[in-house]
């Protein structure tokens, strides 16, 4: 029995370190400053833009991924995100998300995310790579123990900010769940 519970434990920690968030992004409620990113994919590629002054009073996400660490549940994650919005939420008008490519290596993820898009297809989600620091825009508090930060944004003001370290399908949820709240 004891055997049991010890197993039990463990299994129950390692569920949640391999699934664990960290602090990562804006405090709710701040200002967000804009900041300038290379459009990839989409009806504005091509150009420098600020989706924060571009989006302004509509719902965005802003989802901050570290190239280094790109992989295929974060590919469903945000594709899931994109089909949610696609279905429409209740309330919400135009809700988009704006994903931005963190990496020292600006030319590769320039040349690699029109075949993430290509295979992808996503409707309400423009891929883009930011024009400066690895460590992302100076105001947004980019965690670089996330994988992907998420950051929920209407009005120019943080509605709810997800470090996560691993994450999938399973953690559209709880961004639809911040969505709703606005």
Do not use: C
């Not at 391999?18 to 400053?33: F, I, N």
């Not at 990113?37 to 504005?44: A, D, I, L, R």
């Not at 919005?85 to 008008?93: A, L, M, S, Y």
């Amino acid at each position: 029995m004891r055997l049991r519970a010890t197993l039990f434990t463990i299994s129950l920690l390692a569920a949640s370190t391999a699934y664990a968030q960290v602090s990562s992004g804006p405090k709710v409620g701040t200002k967000v400053p804009g900041f300038p990113v290379s459009v990839v994919t989409g009806e504005q590629a091509g150009k420098p833009i600020d989706f924060v002054a571009d989006r302004k009073d509509k719902p965005t996400v802003f989802a901050f991924v570290r190239a280094d660490v790109w992989a295929r549940p974060m590919a469903r994650f945000l594709k899931v995100l994109d089909q949610e919005f696609v279905k429409g939420i209740d309330g919400i008008t135009e809700p988009a998300t704006v994903a931005v490519w963190l990496t020292d290596d600006k030319q590769k993820s320039t040349d690699y995310l029109p075949l993430a898009q290509q295979s992808l297809q996503f409707e309400r989600t423009t891929l883009t790579v930011f024009d400066g620091e690895l460590a992302g825009p100076a105001g947004w508090e980019v965690n670089e123990k996330a994988h992907i930060t998420v950051v929920v944004v209407k009005s120019g003001k943080v509605i709810a900010s997800l470090g996560f370290v691993s994450l999938n399908e399973t953690d559209v949820p709880e961004v639809m769940k911040a969505l709703k709240k606005m």
